[in-house]
């Protein structure tokens, strides 16, 4: 495909499970960025890779949360012991690289923490 | 004082007319601007992106800077009924690191027939 994609589309998940959201960047693009939209509020920036590394983790709301690339591609944020506050959608951007370049998202994944 | 400010609306306009949306920003050392439309339900779509001062068009879609007065403002001509939709604003900017983007809280824009 040519945009972005993300895995699952939607999540239902009970309090406490971790879960794992998959996100799949367009080709070429080497930086990768997730942020999160919570109802009603506006997009809040979690972290980005620049290839595999995350120079910037400064978004990531707790310990709880933690995500990886591998291979300068797909990229995977895992949420621990979710709480009810990660309820949100939660989206992932991809660009060709940093400072400045456009950043084109993907579909979400939304999740539910009942 | 928020970093990315926008008027949260809704702006209702009539099919044909122009809708001017508008957009300030705190950091003087903001470089990148971009205009996302996101339609309920929906991820945000790119419409353009504005890096000089002055104006940028692209079909019915004009962007304009002015980073003397920190402001972003979109034009819409010819205002469709498929145009309604939430309008945001993104800066990068130098206290974000110059790589995240940091959005307003976007202005609901209604277009009726």
């Known amino acids: 495909g040519a945009g972005v994609s993300q895995s699952p589309s939607n999540k239902v998940t009970e309090k406490g499970k971790d879960v794992e959201l998959r996100c799949d960047p367009i080709?070429?693009?080497?930086?990768l960025y997730w942020y999160r939209q919570s109802l009603g509020q506006g997009l809040e920036f979690l972290i980005y890779?620049?290839?595999?590394?995350?120079?910037?983790k400064s978004g990531l709301p707790s310990d709880r949360f933690s995500a990886e690339r591998t291979g300068g591609s797909v990229s995977t944020l895992t949420i621990q012991r979710t709480q009810q506050e990660d309820s949100a959608v939660y989206l992932c951007?991809?660009?060709?690289?940093?400072?400045?370049?456009?950043?084109?998202f993907g579909p979400g994944t939304r999740l539910t923490v009942t | 004082q928020k970093e990315v400010e926008q008027n949260s609306g809704p702006l209702s306009v009539p099919e044909g007319a122009i809708a001017s949306l508008n957009c300030t920003y705190s950091?003087?050392?903001?470089?990148?601007f971009f205009w996302y439309r996101q339609y309920s339900g929906k991820s945000p779509e790119l419409i353009m992106s504005?890096?000089?001062?002055g104006d940028k068009e692209d079909g019915r879609f004009t962007a304009q800077l002015n980073k003397a007065s920190q402001y972003v403002s979109l034009l819409i001509r010819d205002s469709q009924p498929s145009d309604s939709a939430t309008y945001l604003c993104?800066?990068?900017?130098?206290?974000?690191?110059?790589?995240?983007?940091?959005f307003g809280a976007g202005t609901r824009l209604a277009v009726h027939p």
């Open positions: 951007a991809s660009s060709l690289g940093t400072v400045g370049y456009e950043q084109y």
């Open positions: 080709s070429g693009h080497t930086a």
């Open positions: 890779f620049q290839g595999n590394s995350a120079p910037d």
């Open positions: 950091d003087r050392g903001s470089q990148s």
């Open positions: 504005i890096y000089s001062n």
């Open positions: 993104a800066v990068i900017s130098l206290r974000g690191g110059y790589n995240k983007l940091i």
